[in-house]
């Protein structure tokens, strides 16, 4: 159970407000930037004064969190899609759907120079789309997976399990069993974005919280983390439209 109080600090000329959440759940401070605003988790043991103190510590991380989150709003927003289009690592890419003269109940999807080829069996019950997005979480964890061999090599840290999911809201997760987990849209993002979600959770299985540690860890990890943010910034809603696979073609 989570119970919310706001304070605020100040940092130069500037106020900062601030929520507090305090978790029976969590066993540390951390510190949130979201687009919304500040906030600080707050363990049940820990009292005011060591809230306080924490962000005073962390102020100067906190303005420029605030200051790059203020920066990707001006980020230019992409242009609505053309029907029969979907991104694929990070180009557009049309689709075509095509029906098989074999009478067989199954659906095959292919790459064909630059074009995403739904075949579906005469018989199929299957929709296209959804065919389509049984593909895509297939590449997703090709990709997934590639990435993360190259960079638990590096941190000598190694998940339990790999999950490839649907969030509705998330990109990824790094639970307290150490268990990743990531969403399949990943494989609509250019690769750059990939590496770095991929490198922000594994970085996670060797640090738990937002830290500056933490940060300078998936910068040295990933040069693009920078321009992984800002691409996520324009086009991660985008991404996790529910009608992104409404394909608006008919079969061929």
């Not at 119970?3 to 540390?28: E, M």
């Not at 989150?69 to 095509?98: C, D, N, S, W, Y």
């Not at 940060?215 to 985008?238: D, F, H, I, M, P």
Request: charged share 30%; proline share 4%; net charge positive.
């Amino acid at each position: 159970m989570k119970t919310t109080t706001l304070h605020h600090v100040q940092i130069g000329s500037r106020r900062l407000d601030y929520r507090v959440f305090r978790s029976t759940a969590a066993k540390k401070l951390r510190i949130r930037v979201r687009p919304d605003g500040v906030e600080v988790v707050q363990p049940e043991k820990r009292n005011g004064e060591d809230v306080s103190a924490f962000v005073e510590r962390n102020k100067r991380w906190i303005l420029d969190q605030v200051r790059r989150m203020e920066r990707l709003r001006h980020v230019r927003r992409p242009e609505i899609r053309k029907a029969g289009e979907i991104l694929f690592r990070g180009t557009a890419t049309r689709v075509r759907v095509e029906a098989a003269r074999s009478r067989t109940r199954g659906s095959a999807v292919r790459l064909v120079d630059n074009e995403i080829v739904v075949r579906r069996g005469a018989l199929s019950r299957t929709p296209a789309a959804q065919s389509l997005e049984n593909w895509l979480r297939r590449q997703a964890r090709i990709e997934i997976e590639r990435q993360l061999a190259l960079v638990s090599g590096r941190l000598r840290r190694y998940p339990r399990r790999i999950y490839v999911m649907g969030q509705r809201t998330k990109w990824g997760n790094c639970s307290a069993a150490k268990n990743l987990s990531f969403n399949w849209r990943l494989i609509l993002a250019p690769d750059f974005v990939i590496r770095y979600l991929v490198t922000h959770e594994a970085v996670h299985l060797a640090i738990p919280d937002h830290s500056a540690k933490f940060w300078l860890t998936v910068q040295s990890l990933c040069r693009e983390t920078e321009r992984a943010k800002q691409w996520l910034a324009a086009n991660g809603r985008r991404l996790l439209d529910p009608e992104l696979l409404v394909l608006d073609v008919a079969p061929t």
